[in-house]
């Protein structure tokens, strides 16, 4: 799913920003064309916000009012977890 996703987000020539709990190698990152930063600036920063991550105690409710607060008007956020 999310190499497909990363595929059609470069076919519209969007910008990959990611983030996690360590980022990939540089390398990797180069070859994906990706951009590790924190979740505030991923948050603050994107147009479109893509949640790929296992329902687990420490991310339940990852994204709440404050992180909703922090995000450009009118975004766009997919996430197949309504727990988050």
Known sequence: MEK?????AK??????LYTDVKSAPKEIE???GTE???LG???STSD????????LPE???LIGEKELRMMKNLPILS????AL
């Open 4 to 8: 497909l996703l990363l595929k059609e």
């Open 11 to 16: 076919g519209f020539e969007m910008e990959v």
């Open 30 to 32: 180069n070859k994906l």
């Open 36 to 38: 590790f930063v924190s």
């Open 41 to 43: 600036e991923l948050l």
């Open 48 to 55: 479109f916000v893509t949640i790929h991550i296992l329902l």
């Open 59 to 61: 991310t339940r409710h």
């Open 79 to 82: 996430t197949p977890l309504a």
